[in-house]
């Protein structure tokens, strides 16, 4: 084999897997000048990384004969994001150091703990769990961190991004100074490399991710729809792949349950994963994947990480991913392990400049498509259904016996469409689709604004979030200085030192002169200046690159409005100091 020398209990294990070249990253962790050191390492899911981790550590672990008895305490420790990932890794591990004697323990939320703590007192030389749960462990003294030799953090930068820095810290604070620290990550953001900072020493950086391509066994795609037609997109996506495993993420729970039911009552053999799924539920989702059972995985984005299945070749992001990063690890579902995979976006009309951006910054190329129609659907069905009928097949002498009686009843030709008819029947039906087309998105782009708010008239507040701006107290501000209600307000925008509001033509001028006759200040109240914008809040942001905007205009008379005096005050200004001043805001201006 190609790997590097290593013991030859590990040397087995790897054979039985049928591994015979070490992908990139296990090339890299084995290189004579990684030996013994701290180690940051980016790589791209489905890249092996576990098994590079798993042997990056055999020297920390096994003895000269390549074995490892009974430990006191454990030697190796590894740490991941979630409950799925923590359990793969724990899986991996099991194999390749199954011939060493090496125990693996796994301590994760949704288990018994009362369980967990009694493996860990039977001596496993690797624990695996999720930050949560190993730190829980730790400080009840049931993880005995004292002899650790090796710490791995997988997908760091998830774990930063799910709020767990307190939690890992706390661990690694628990360790001894003289481990090593092995950090995993697909992204390297300042938190990472501050967390690599504190806890590694003369760390060597590992890199194995094409830097024009996250994944080149990605293919990506994108279409756009109206955004009334999204789960109809996903109908028709779904038909027209008929991949053997398919993974649909939303953004929320809710929107899960929703697709999920949807998709049940359509015909498809779906799961759902997310959340408020307990460990139970989730392992026969992944069961039942596994097995054929179901076809279609609906989940959050809880299940971006952690989860291996060697059938998934379509993931569907069906609500829109919140960053580059997200679309990545999303996507990194498929296309693992030299398998080809496609990842499709639905990108409703309105989100294309944004998407176009987050895809610039993935440096990722993806082909702008229509939503295949029912006509471009049973195409495909008509290439697949022949391609499964003329492949070859075996036949007892009970289907010739049936065949000569069907052929005595029917014509061929009859029961070959038979046969079509009945597949075509176990299958969901395509839906129809408006046309992608400039009407359509100009349609589209109507729906998005509410009724008498077609056409709108900016006004700008010269205070932002710098000065405590907030909706729950500028919308009560904007309804009583202009006598309107809320209802009559469109858009509402906070920037660094300025907010835009919408307010409809039609009411603009009566708005404009309401707030006049109410703008005399009181008392130290200091003034808050409102005037209309004919620019509006985005070209005023390009404008501010620029240069800072007054806050006097030649053409534009100001109308005041009164704010409390401590508006522009810093926390610990004022009459009151230590509290912020936009506290007196909340208070003050309480709708009524």
């Given at each position: 084999?190609?790997?590097?020398?290593?013991?030859?209990?590990?040397?087995?294990?790897?054979?039985?897997?049928?591994?015979?070249?070490?992908?990139?990253?296990?090339?890299?962790?084995?290189?004579?000048?990684?030996?013994?050191?701290?180690?940051?390492?980016?790589?791209?899911?489905?890249?092996?990384?576990?098994?590079?981790?798993?042997?990056?550590?055999?020297?920390?672990?096994?003895?000269?004969a390549g074995r490892i008895g009974f430990a006191q305490a454990p030697l190796a420790l590894v740490i991941t994001p979630t409950r799925e990932l923590a359990l793969q890794v724990s899986r991996e591990l099991e194999w390749l150091y199954q011939r060493t004697g090496a125990r693996v323990a796994t301590c994760v939320g949704g288990m018994n703990p009362s369980a967990?703590?009694?493996?860990?007192?039977?001596?496993?030389?690797?624990?695996?769990?999720?930050?949560?749960?190993?730190?829980?462990?730790?400080?009840?003294?049931?993880?005995?961190?004292?002899?650790?030799?090796?710490?791995?953090?997988?997908?760091?930068?998830?774990?930063?991004?799910?709020?767990?820095?307190?939690?890992?810290?706390?661990?690694?604070?628990?360790?001894?100074?003289?481990?090593?620290?092995?950090?995993?990550?697909?992204?390297?953001?300042?938190?990472?490399?501050?967390?690599?900072?504190?806890?590694?020493?003369?760390?060597?950086?590992?890199?194995?991710?094409?830097?024009?391509?996250?994944?080149?066994?990605?293919?990506?795609?994108?279409?756009?729809?109206?955004?009334?037609?999204?789960?109809?997109?996903?109908?028709?996506?779904?038909?027209?792949?008929?991949?053997?495993?398919?993974?649909?993420?939303?953004?929320?729970?809710?929107?899960?349950?929703?697709?999920?039911?949807?998709?049940?009552?359509?015909?498809?053999?779906?799961?759902?994963?997310?959340?408020?799924?307990?460990?139970?539920?989730?392992?026969?989702?992944?069961?039942?994947?596994?097995?054929?059972?179901?076809?279609?995985?609906?989940?959050?984005?809880?299940?971006?990480?952690?989860?291996?299945?060697?059938?998934?070749?379509?993931?569907?992001?069906?609500?829109?991913?919140?960053?580059?990063?997200?679309?990545?690890?999303?996507?990194?579902?498929?296309?693992?392990?030299?398998?080809?995979?496609?990842?499709?976006?639905?990108?409703?009309?309105?989100?294309?400049?944004?998407?176009?951006?987050?895809?610039?910054?993935?440096?990722?190329?993806?082909?702008?498509?229509?939503?295949?129609?029912?006509?471009?659907?049973?195409?495909?069905?008509?290439?697949?259904?022949?391609?499964?009928?003329?492949?070859?097949?075996?036949?007892?002498?009970?289907?010739?016996?049936?065949?000569?009686?069907?052929?005595?009843?029917?014509?061929?030709?009859?029961?070959?469409?038979?046969?079509?008819?009945?597949?075509?029947?176990?299958?969901?039906?395509?839906?129809?689709?408006?046309?992608?087309?400039?009407?359509?998105?100009?349609?589209?782009?109507?729906?998005?604004?509410?009724?008498?708010?077609?056409?709108?008239?900016?006004?700008?507040?010269?205070?932002?979030?710098?000065?405590?701006?907030?909706?729950?107290?500028?919308?009560?501000?904007?309804?009583?200085?202009?006598?309107?209600?809320?209802?009559?307000?469109?858009?509402?925008?906070?920037?660094?030192?300025?907010?835009?509001?919408?307010?409809?033509?039609?009411?603009?001028?009566?708005?404009?002169?309401?707030?006049?006759?109410?703008?005399?200040?009181?008392?130290?109240?200091?003034?808050?200046?409102?005037?209309?914008?004919?620019?509006?809040?985005?070209?005023?942001?390009?404008?501010?690159?620029?240069?800072?905007?007054?806050?006097?205009?030649?053409?534009?008379?100001?109308?005041?409005?009164?704010?409390?005096?401590?508006?522009?005050?810093?926390?610990?200004?004022?009459?009151?100091?230590?509290?912020?001043?936009?506290?007196?805001?909340?208070?003050?201006?309480?709708?009524?």
């Amino acid at each position: 084999m190609t790997f590097p020398a290593l013991p030859a209990t590990v040397e087995a294990a790897l054979t039985e897997r049928g591994y015979e070249t070490a992908t990139p990253v296990q090339a890299e962790v084995l290189r004579p000048e990684a030996a013994g050191r701290d180690l940051v390492v980016s790589a791209q899911t489905g890249s092996g990384k576990t098994v590079a981790f798993g042997l990056a550590m055999v020297p920390e672990l096994l003895d000269d004969a390549g074995r490892i008895g009974f430990a006191q305490a454990p030697l190796a420790l590894v740490i991941t994001p979630t409950r799925e990932l923590a359990l793969q890794v724990s899986r991996e591990l099991e194999w390749l150091y199954q011939r060493t004697g090496a125990r693996v323990a796994t301590c994760v939320g949704g288990m018994n703990p009362s369980a967990e703590r009694k493996v860990l007192q039977s001596g496993p030389a690797i624990v695996v769990g999720t930050p949560g749960r190993l730190r829980d462990h730790f400080e009840r003294g049931a993880l005995n961190l004292s002899k650790l030799a090796v710490a791995v953090l997988d997908e760091a930068d998830e774990m930063l991004d799910m709020g767990f820095r307190e939690e890992l810290e706390a661990i690694l604070d628990g360790t001894p100074d003289t481990r090593r620290t092995l950090l995993f990550s697909a992204t390297m953001p300042r938190p990472i490399e501050a967390l690599a900072r504190r806890y590694q020493t003369d760390a060597l950086r590992i890199a194995t991710i094409s830097e024009g391509r996250g994944h080149g066994d990605i293919a990506y795609q994108a279409v756009t729809v109206s955004p009334p037609e999204v789960e109809n997109a996903v109908v028709n996506l779904l038909r027209f792949h008929e991949a053997e495993t398919s993974m649909l993420f939303c953004a929320t729970r809710e929107k899960v349950r929703h697709l999920h039911a949807t998709l049940q009552e359509r015909g498809f053999a779906v799961v759902a994963l997310s959340g408020e799924h307990s460990q139970q539920e989730r392992n026969q989702a992944l069961q039942a994947l596994r097995d054929g059972r179901a076809r279609v995985c609906v989940a959050t984005d809880v299940a971006a990480r952690g989860i291996d299945l060697p059938t998934l070749s379509l993931v569907v992001h069906v609500e829109i991913p919140r960053d580059a990063e997200t679309l990545q690890h999303r996507s990194g579902r498929t296309g693992r392990a030299g398998r080809k995979g496609i990842a499709v976006l639905i990108v409703p009309f309105s989100a294309r400049r944004r998407v176009e951006q987050m895809l610039g910054r993935a440096q990722i190329n993806a082909e702008w498509q229509d939503v295949p129609d029912r006509e471009m659907i049973a195409e495909r069905d008509r290439e697949r259904l022949l391609g499964k009928l003329l492949a070859p097949t075996d036949f007892d002498d009970a289907d010739r016996e049936l065949a000569h009686r069907l052929l005595a009843e029917r014509s061929a030709e009859d029961i070959a469409a038979m046969l079509v008819h009945a597949h075509r029947a176990r299958m969901p039906e395509p839906e129809d689709l408006i046309a992608n087309s400039p009407q359509a998105r100009a349609e589209a782009q109507k729906e998005r604004h509410r009724p008498g708010f077609e056409d709108t008239v900016w006004f700008r507040m010269d205070i932002g979030r710098s000065n405590g701006a907030d909706p729950r107290w500028l919308l009560p501000l904007i309804c009583r200085r202009g006598h309107i209600t809320r209802n009559e307000i469109g858009a509402i925008r906070i920037g660094q030192a300025e907010t835009y509001f919408q307010i409809p033509r039609t009411i603009a001028d009566k708005y404009a002169a309401a707030a006049a006759r109410t703008a005399e200040p009181q008392g130290d109240e200091e003034v808050v200046h409102i005037e209309r914008s004919e620019a509006g809040p985005r070209e005023a942001a390009r404008s501010n690159r620029q240069r800072r905007p007054s806050r006097s205009s030649a053409d534009n008379a100001f109308v005041k409005a009164k704010a409390p005096a401590r508006s522009f005050s810093k926390p610990g200004a004022g009459p009151n100091p230590g509290k912020p001043a936009h506290h007196k805001h909340k208070r003050k201006f309480k709708p009524t």
